[in-house]
């Protein structure tokens, strides 16, 4: 008999979660999903779902109660009531990752204590602390909230002395690091995963590229080096090899001007910059994470083919329905959310363009330029 699967949020990750797990009959019977979105992306999909928000208690109790296993795919959840459910249902990753890895300060304690390469950064209690940092960093720094930050909503930048009091009153008392400003000259990612039992297995690197601090494409593999992938890719297996739990794990990381690499932050989920494995690997990530959590053989992370993820955002200057968006094109594949609404850079789709016969990213890069043109979102009036 299969296992009711239980997932703390139903946006387009659920979604593409459930859609995995409705090709696993034999493992998953039932999927619910507890989103406050009335028809959420992942019921659109046929998952059940309990409207509620992400940290209602009680609804995370009856999502337990109606579940054998429950994960989730947004990391703002709350460990305690999670941590309080563990008895009735299997939860992964486990709540003590995630109370870790979801305050940006402890995850990077964390980091640091096992070895692991991080910028630097600071504890900031008040703002002597903000200028105390800045003297030992230097301009420019980052003050980021500790927690809930998405999209670099989270971040701001202090360029000088000017920013400083503007920087601090912007997260209006919440906890806060300072952290130094890395120069890099690449944003990478690897893609980790490991079963109930410890088997662990890496996706290859992948190249990332942000603009207002939102991903826009994946690049797999990532233009780089040999020897910066084997630092990243050996970077990503300790950091996995030192992280509890079951489940897939995004983990982002900084190439720096003289090719070290620095870990920026680790999701306990799948990952935007992981989507090209929809068609790229034999294993998607989404069914790598159920094969994790479910206790299964990991699948192969073997890259096939060259791919380019490609993310659809809603137009910055607008909010509303939009024209629906279809792509027919040879080794195109799209994908879009469901989401009804567009809002200002808004993830609302992705399309991967995989390569054929041997093409190369630089060729593919061509082919995308062209096809970005046809993924524009249109408001509806
Ligand atoms: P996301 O939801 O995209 O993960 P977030 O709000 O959690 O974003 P971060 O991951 O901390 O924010 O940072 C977002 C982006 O800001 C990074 O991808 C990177 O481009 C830039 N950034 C973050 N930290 C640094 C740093 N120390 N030096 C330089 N750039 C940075
Ligand atoms: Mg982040």
């Given at each position: 008999m299969g296992k009711i699967l239980g997932i703390i949020g139903g946006g387009q990750l659920g979604m593409m979660i459930t859609e995995a797990a409705k090709k696993m009959p034999e493992h998953i019977s039932k999927i619910i999903v507890l989103d406050p979105t009335e028809n959420c992306p992942a019921a659109q999909v046929g998952a059940e779902q309990i409207i509620a928000d992400f940290k209602n208690?009680?609804?995370?109790?009856?999502?337990?109660?109606?579940?054998?296993?429950?994960?989730?795919?947004?990391?703002?959840?709350?460990?305690?009531?999670?941590?309080?459910?563990?008895?009735?249902?299997?939860?992964?990753?486990?709540?003590?990752t995630l109370r870790i890895i979801q305050d940006k300060f402890l995850q990077k304690s964390f980091l640091l204590e096992n070895n692991i390469p991080v910028p630097e950064f600071i504890k900031i209690k008040n703002i002597d602390d903000v200028k105390k940092g800045l003297k030992k960093f230097g301009y420019p720094a980052l003050l980021k909230a500790r927690r809930d930050a998405y999209d670099g909503r989270g971040n701001f930048k202090i360029n000088s002395q000017d920013d400083v009091q503007k920087a601090f009153d912007y997260f209006k008392g919440q906890n806060l690091l300072l952290e130094k400003f890395v120069p890099?000259?690449?944003?990478?990612?690897?893609?980790?995963?490991?079963?109930?039992?410890?088997?662990?297995?890496?996706?290859?690197?992948?190249?990332?590229?942000?603009?207002?601090?939102?991903?826009r494409e994946t690049i797999a593999p990532a233009r780089v080096t040999e020897e910066v992938t084997k630092k990243a890719e050996q970077i990503?297996?300790?950091?996995?090899?030192?992280?509890?739990?079951?489940?897939?794990?995004?983990?982002?990381?900084?190439?720096?001007?003289?090719?070290?690499?620095l870990i920026n932050e680790i999701a306990p989920r799948v990952h935007n910059s992981g989507h090209h494995t929809l068609q790229s690997s034999e294993t998607s990530q989404f069914e790598q994470h159920l094969r994790a959590i479910l206790g299964l053989d990991l699948g192969s992370t073997k890259l096939i083919h060259n791919t380019i993820m490609y993310n659809i955002l809603g137009i910055k200057s607008f909010e509303g329905k939009y024209a629906p968006i279809t792509l027919s094109e040879p080794n195109v594949y799209l994908k879009m959310y469901g989401k009804q609404i567009s809002k200002p850079l808004r993830k609302l789709g992705h399309f991967n363009l995989v390569a054929e016969h041997g093409e190369t990213v630089e060729q593919l890069l061509k082919k995308l330029k062209i096809l970005k043109e046809k993924v524009t979102i249109e408001p509806l009036h």
């Open positions: 208690k009680d609804a995370i109790v009856d999502l337990a109660n109606k579940s054998d296993i429950i994960t989730y795919e947004i990391e703002s959840g709350d460990s305690d009531v999670l941590k309080s459910v563990e008895k009735n249902s299997e939860i992964n990753p486990s709540p003590e890099f000259c690449m944003e990478v990612s690897v893609i980790g995963s490991r079963n109930t039992k410890g088997q662990i297995k890496t996706y290859p690197l992948v190249e990332n590229i942000h603009d207002d601090n939102i991903l990503a297996e300790k950091t996995m090899a030192v992280l509890k739990g079951a489940g897939i794990f995004g983990i982002e990381m900084f190439v720096t001007q003289n090719d070290d690499v």
